[in-house]
């Protein structure tokens, strides 16, 4: 994972943009709702819009975040297919507590008067405090609120706990960002033993639980356990990522009544896409080898060809 981090660190933003096509919906709000409204009418998937972006440190770029998914909203007008998805770093988490807070707070009101629910992402360890601050002062206001939970990082237990009477939205996911060992599991499978057993301890406690995973023999194991202890539809989801080939396991999920949702991400600028798309192509299992071959052989004419995820 870290050589094929290092080696898409490397490869020119083209090739970046080119290669993360699949990933992200579009260069406008108007494209974004587009790509929600057809996986809800073609394959009754929901979605979550994210407006990529994130390190925002200019007082501009977080108002132009706010002004921007204010229009989103708008665009989205009183429909249950999306939700909206937002990042602290994009929204005055530089700043200060109070002024994300303030921020996220005003998204989320112009949301729920159109009944579009919110949740709160989670960046790398440095904002899990922050971000778990701004939700817990948010949650009371607005109960539909979400934010996310890490399986890596061995605080989340802790976390949970707190969260205890709270009737949270947990997306619960392993975490995309690497963390050092001294805080985070180093090995997925351990990180996904925890996604089953933190999942049922945050069922237990009454939260809604967004399962956000790929992983097909995890989903299989996920639903025996709510088999088991009969957790009820209402009580949870699964979520993947707008890109990444699942076709077949979700429209499974679907005929069994489950609901999946999938996460819409849009960029207004694409220096704010970047990381997202870097992050994601990591993510690839085949494209450090992919981006390394085209790198070696000088790029450009193979560049051209976008990669189509299989
Ligand atoms: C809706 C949603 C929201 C998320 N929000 C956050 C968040 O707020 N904070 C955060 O830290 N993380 C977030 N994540 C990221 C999540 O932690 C990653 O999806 C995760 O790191 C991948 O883990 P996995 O469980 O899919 O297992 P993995 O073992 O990583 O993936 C399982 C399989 O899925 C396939 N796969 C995964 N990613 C890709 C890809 N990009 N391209 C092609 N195939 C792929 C591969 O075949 C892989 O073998 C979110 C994920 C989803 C789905």
Known sequence: ?????????????????????????????????RQASSLWSGRRLKSTIDLLGEELTRRDDVQQTVTEYLRLVDLLGRHELATLSLKPTQLGSHESVDVCADHIGRIAAYAAAQGIGVTIDMEDHTCTDITLEVYRRLLPRFPGLGTVLQTRLHRTAADIEALKGR????????????????????????????????????????????????DEALIGKILDMIARRGFGGSQFEFQMLLGVPRDAVQQRLIAEGHTVRLYVPYAVKWSHALGYAKRRLAANPNMGLYVARNLIRGISKSAARPYRAV
């Open 1 to 33: 994972m870290l050589l094929k981090q290092r080696v898409i660190d490397l490869a020119p933003d083209f090739m970046v943009k080119l290669f993360a096509a699949p990933y992200i919906a579009g260069d406008s709000a108007e494209a974004a709702v």
């Open 167 to 214: 009737q949270a939205r947990i997306r619960l996911c392993i975490g995309i960002y690497l963390e050092p060992a001294d805080i985070a599991l180093q090995k997925k499978p351990e990180m996904k033993e925890r996604v089953l057993t933190q999942g049922e301890r945050l069922l237990d406690d009454g939260h809604y639980v967004e399962f956000a995973t790929h």
